[in-house]
């Protein structure tokens, strides 16, 4: 999943993502990505404890 930073939102993105950073543990990854201008603008989700289509099944 990935969120991003929408005109007129700043604020409630940048609140979520970094809840999103903050709360990341186990389960998943939060991993900021920045803009050229060195502002995060993307936040990409990732859980850890998928299992990956290219894994052989049980």
Do not use: K, T
């Not at 999103?20 to 990409?44: H, K, M, Q, S, T």
């Amino acid at each position: 999943m990935v969120l991003f930073r929408r005109p007129g939102h700043e604020d409630e993105f940048d609140r979520i993502a970094a809840e999103a950073v903050e709360r990341a543990g186990d389960d998943y990854e939060a991993i900021p990505l920045a803009n050229d201008e060195a502002e995060c603008d993307r936040v990409f989700i990732a859980p850890l404890n998928e299992r990956r289509s290219f894994e052989a099944s049980d």
